[in-house]
Structure formats: C-alpha cells, structure tokens
C-alpha cells in the first residue's frame, strides 16, 4: 500500500484537480450593508455634488442639500401668463415663503405650462440624473447668495417656481438680489438645481 507521503501527495493531485473543474465557477459575496457600508459623503458648499452639479445650499451636516446645475439651461418665458396653476402657491409678496418646494412645483407648472419650469425639468445632469427643477423663491435666494461660488450666471434675471397669480411669478434679480413678480411672458434666465 501507499506510505503517508505518497498518500498525502496523490490526495493533494486529487483535491488539486477538483479544484481546477470547480475553479470557473466562483461565488461572489457583495455587502450588503452593515460594518462594510460605503461611508456617507458630506458635502461643502462649492463641492461637485452627487449629480456633478455644484452645492449651494447644506444640511444635515453636508449629508443633505441643494447643487446647482453648472451652466445655466436656457432663456425660457415661464408661460400660462393669464392662468393661476392648480396647486401652486399666489405668493403675494416677497416676505411669504412659498410652502412648496421647487421639486413639488415644476411638475405642476411643467404640465400646465411647460416654459421655464419644463426646461428645468428635463435637464441632463452631468453624471447622467434627471430630477432636476426649478427653484422655488427661497431656494433660488440661496442661490443668488452663492452665486460666486457657483458662477456662469448668463442673465440678469431667473424664474423661480413660485407664481404670483395669474400674470406673473417671482424672479430674482442678480444684479442687485432683490426679488419682485414679473410678467410670465418674459424670458428669463434657467437654472436647474436638484436636492440630494
């Protein structure tokens, strides 16, 4: 019979060779959470953001937030000038905060209206994500206040979402900052930010 050696050699040929058939069959484990999560990004203001856009607007200790599409959209009017759009706040002066966010407003408006909230609604961001909108009156503020920071301001003016009543919407004036109603016909300035 075999002696220890030889036998401990020809099962290791043995074991060798039913690892070599078994061997184009591997089984991968991915995580799936817990201890081996990827980590959370907290962001900064001036930061790249998730979508590629640049963050204006933090919270929740940079985990949460506002980014900027990096270039302007278009010039778009904001259109239904003579309607009042269902579900839209009548923001009637400029100390209202609009209850509504940009999100819940441009698709509201994009139906109803299409114009500059429909421009802001299809843009491509640039790793490829398409939930943008256009701001409300405060986001856009936020905007207007990091807009060195986010530069490529092409306008003077930009639409908010936030609608006045019939004839006209809140915009804000980068110039100067201020915001005031405008008539809904107007072309104006777009530009798409997302939450994240």
Known sequence: MFKYPLRAFVALIILLSISSVYAHNKVVVIP???????????YAIGDSGPAGGIVF??????LNGLEAAPVDQATAPWNCF???????????????PDSNS??????????ACGGAAAVAAVYIWPNGQTDGFLPNKEELNLLYAQRNVV???????????????GGNA?????????????NKDDPLGVRAVRAF
């Open 32 to 42: 799936l959470g817990g201890d081996d999560a990827p980590a959370s990004i907290e």
């Open 57 to 62: 607007h933090v919270t929740n200790g940079g």
């Open 82 to 96: 003579g309607t009042d759009v269902a579900s839209v706040d009548n923001i009637a002066c400029a100390g209202t």
């Open 102 to 111: 940009g999100a819940v407003n441009t698709p509201l408006i994009a139906v």
């Open 151 to 165: 530069g490529s301001f092409a306008s003077g003016y930009y639409w908010s979402s936030s609608e006045g009543n």
């Open 170 to 182: 809140w915009l804000q004036v980068f110039v100067v900052g201020d915001q005031r109603g405008g």
